[in-house]
């Protein structure tokens, strides 16, 4: 099974990244986490790139904040698919990580996840995977009917609530 190598720009990125490596974990996915950074340290940011795909790694998730370009620089490098997670910090708290992502020029494209979406990416990393691998394609179904099962549960519940209040004000 492919890998997902999670990349950090910063270790004050790892309680907005901890999502997508719990999730990737609740679908059995091997991950690989790690911090470099593209401006403070651009050779190892450019190395793991290199080297991610003989290392096995299927999907790159990059998390920066500021005026990001982790997942830019990761993508130059590499052919595999990088997803931007812009993280929620500073001045502007991440919507300049996500306009710096989803404005990537032309060439070398990168997707990304809204601001502090690490678990929608570690999902996402899940789908990318599941083209090419049946294992991760059940597992990803399975997922999505356990949300099925739980709004169920959560429509029960809100209707038994309402139910309550209305009898106890009349
Ligand atoms: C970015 O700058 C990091 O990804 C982080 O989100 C932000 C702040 O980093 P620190 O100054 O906390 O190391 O490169």
Redesign the pocket.
Known sequence: MKKVLIV??????LEQMRPAWTVLRELGIPCEVTVA????TPERAVELAREARDLGCGVILA????A?H?AGVLAAHCTLPVVAVP?A??TLGGVD?LLSAVQMPGGVPIASVGIGGARNAGLFAAAILSASDDGVAEKLAQFRESQVAKVGEADRRVKAKLAQEWGESR
């Open positions: 950090m720009g910063s270790d004050s990125d950074s593209a401006h403070r998390g920066a904040g500021g990001a982790l993280i910090v500073g990580a």
